[in-house]
């Protein structure tokens, strides 16, 4: 049997008295903590459910109001990191080596730098202290970008810095004739469906056993992405060449025919093939050798992939 509930008439009143003139949240929601058990009998659990506070905070919120405003300015006595090895700005320090090494993706796993705590901390860490530390400091495990082996990082930065001059020089008075330049940058890209069949969970020794068809399904996208007017022109087909490259040139062209439009592309064979037919409007610029991170249109296919566009564009 519980004990009764002892009712204070002073604190009542009191509690009273502050409901009738606070101008605080936490001070009223503490003094109805107090009236609601003193006078509507309600249960922790009910008063929690009023006050909209977890069930462990009502008698947290009476203490604090019967002990008055000197708890004010004090820290919680609950929850928190109690038993922290090392300060905030101890662990930024002992990751600032490391996150040098990830920029360049020398970090491919865990296991060093769980090695390295340890060995500072004179003891054993598990694996989900790590992980907390990491995520504290705004660190996530993400698969490393790419980057062609034969590019060129000093030649693209070159390009960058020259592209200024290299429109002004390509864009003549005679030529612009008072038309808007429109900036695209072009790509295309093969999208597929494959049939690859993923884990699953069964009871040892059991492995389940399923119908494989080797389907395979394929289509291909031509795309422009006009980047200071955040537009996109594109074009399905099933097949890649020089006369497919044409013919979306043509309809870029006719998707804006008062505009001057130079097109920034990659260095495919069906980009400066002899028999491709190009538009009046539309003038080609060709980006260094093996540098798609120049392409804008390349994160384009990216947040196809990601926001899982590619079974449309093959079911159509």
């Known amino acids: 049997m ?29 003094a109805q903590a107090v009236l609601l058990p003193a006078l509507a009998h309600t249960t922790l659990e009910q008063t929690a459910a009023l006050l909209g506070v977890g069930r462990a905070s009502v008698p947290r ?37 490391w996150a040098e090494q990830a920029r360049d993706a020398g970090v491919l796993v865990v296991s060093p730098l769980r090695e390295a705590l340890a060995e500072k901390l004179g003891r054993k860490i598990a694996p989900s202290v790590l992980y907390r530390l990491l995520a504290r400091h705004g660190w996530r495990k993400v698969a490393p970008d790419t980057r062609h082996p034969k590019s060129d990082p000093v030649a693209q930065a070159e390009w960058k810095k020259k592209l200024p001059e290299t429109l002004a020089t390509l864009l003549t008075p005679e030529l612009v004739a008072s038309r808007p ?108 050798p093996y540098a798609p991170e120049l392409n804008p249109q390349e994160h384009v296919w990216r947040i196809f992939l990601l926001a899982g566009c590619v079974f449309l564009l093959v079911s159509s």
Request: glycine share 6%; aromatic share 8%; charged share 25%.
């Open 181 to 288: 330049v429109r900036l695209m940058f072009q790509d295309e890209v093969r999208f597929g469906r494959m049939v690859r069949p993923r884990r699953c969970w069964a009871p040892a020794p059991l492995r389940p056993v399923i119908s494989n068809g080797y389907e395979r399904q394929f289509v291909y996208v031509y795309g422009a992405v006009s980047p200071v007017q955040g537009e996109l022109d594109w074009w399905l087909c099933r097949e890649m060449n020089t006369v497919r490259m044409g013919e979306f040139l043509q309809q870029v062209s006719q998707a804006h025919p008062r505009e001057l439009i130079v097109m920034v592309l990659d260095g495919a064979s069906s980009h400066k093939a002899k028999h491709l037919t190009i538009p009046d409007n539309i003038r080609l610029l060709a980006l260094p």
């Open 2 to 30: 519980s004990r009764p509930r002892r009712i204070d008439a002073e604190l009542v009143a009191k509690a009273r008295t502050v409901v009738a003139q606070a101008n605080d949240a936490n001070a009223l929601r503490a």
């Open 61 to 97: 919120l009476q203490r604090r109001f019967r002990e008055g405003p000197q708890l004010a300015g004090s820290s919680r006595s609950w929850g928190g990191r109690r038993r922290a090895r090392m300060t905030a700005e101890e662990e930024r320090t002992f990751l600032a080596p």
